[in-house]
């Protein structure tokens, strides 16, 4: 009985020292985001600032106010919305190609999609950079949506596949039986079946354009196509010398607010999407 308590106690214990090592920076992020310049610049100690150095929430209205960061927040959602939508459509096809179908340098597919997955993104941005120049697609949205879906169809294609593996393959025959085409089974009973898989890639495809920083700095140069993340970075205030901390944490909350929201909003199919398959029967 006593080991029981113990070991309950140590992993209460365990786990409360996990969540607040992973919340620690957030809520530090948050605490500065409240505070003035004046009091992040004379070094405000503590998480929440008192006295006169709070400037409550005239930081959000500041950053919402800007420009930059509005026409920032812009280019983030169309960019991370075409791409998702574009990796979901081409990742669903493959997949269901790569689940059903028997052709000559199927492996081949599988292993190039890994390898193009564990591509260093760092050496990719010269070569990009001068091709995209050349293409006359450098600072604009398609230069940034090409690369994100090179990065993410890989991962989404090798979920999916799973997903269509486990699908009776008899219930798309008793429906091409009843009188459905080939494609009316595929979008009509395979893709409903395999949703959760589908709604996985997409959020996952949806994460990894929406932090992309390397590729949105690299890629762009004015702010016609230049996302939060890189915009974040250019955001110097009134004084180029003196970083407004306070904004920028102010601006990095927002940010992460729409991430934030998906994931407590769709967290059980999020869950569901990257469990399902795992284990088959």
């Known amino acids: 009985m006593r080991n029981d308590t113990l070991s309950r106690i140590?992993?209460?214990?365990?786990?409360?020292?996990?969540?607040?090592?992973?919340?620690?920076?957030v809520a530090w992020i948050v605490s500065l985001s409240f505070k003035s310049q004046e009091a992040v610049t004379n070094g405000s100690p503590g998480f929440f600032p008192s006295g006169g150095g709070g400037a409550g929430w005239q930081n959000y209205v500041d950053v919402v106010k800007d420009d930059q960061f509005r026409q920032a927040i812009f280019n983030s959602i169309g960019i991370c919305l075409i791409a998702t939508a574009l990796s979901v459509v081409i990742a669903t096809l493959t997949a269901y190609a790569v689940a059903r179908l028997e052709f000559k340098g199927k492996k081949f597919v599988l292993t190039t999609a890994l390898v193009i997955a564990m591509f260093p993104v760092v050496s990719l941005v010269g070569p990009l950079f001068d091709m995209w120049r050349t293409f006359g697609i450098y600072d604009t949205w398609a230069g940034l949506i090409i690369p994100y879906m090179s990065f993410t169809?890989?991962?989404?294609?090798?979920?999916?596949?799973?997903?269509?593996?486990?699908?009776?393959?008899?219930?798309?025959?008793?429906?091409?039986?009843?009188?459905?085409t080939a494609w009316q089974a595929f979008r009509r009973v395979i893709v409903p079946l395999a949703a959760p898989g589908v709604f996985t890639a997409a959020i996952l495809t949806f994460f990894f354009a929406w932090n992309d920083f390397?590729?949105?700095?690299?890629?762009?140069?004015?702010?016609?196509?230049?996302?939060?993340?890189?915009?974040?970075?250019?955001?110097?205030?009134?004084?180029?010398f003196n970083r407004p901390a306070?904004?920028?944490?102010?601006?990095?909350?927002?940010?992460?607010?729409?991430?934030?929201?998906?994931?407590?909003?769709?967290?059980?199919?999020?869950?569901a999407g990257l469990t399902a398959g795992a284990v088959k029967g």
């Open 214 to 240: 390397v590729f949105g700095i690299s890629l762009t140069s004015t702010e016609r196509a230049r996302p939060i993340p890189a915009a974040l970075s250019f955001f110097v205030g009134d004084d180029p």
């Open 246 to 271: 306070s904004l920028l944490a102010a601006g990095a909350v927002v940010a992460t607010v729409p991430i934030v929201l998906l994931v407590l909003f769709f967290q059980r199919k999020i869950v």
């Open 10 to 25: 140590g992993t209460a214990l365990g786990l409360a020292l996990i969540v607040i090592w992973c919340l620690l920076p």
């Open 153 to 180: 169809l890989p991962l989404a294609i090798w979920t999916l596949s799973a997903f269509f593996r486990e699908i009776p393959w008899e219930m798309e025959q008793a429906a091409q039986v009843d009188g459905a």
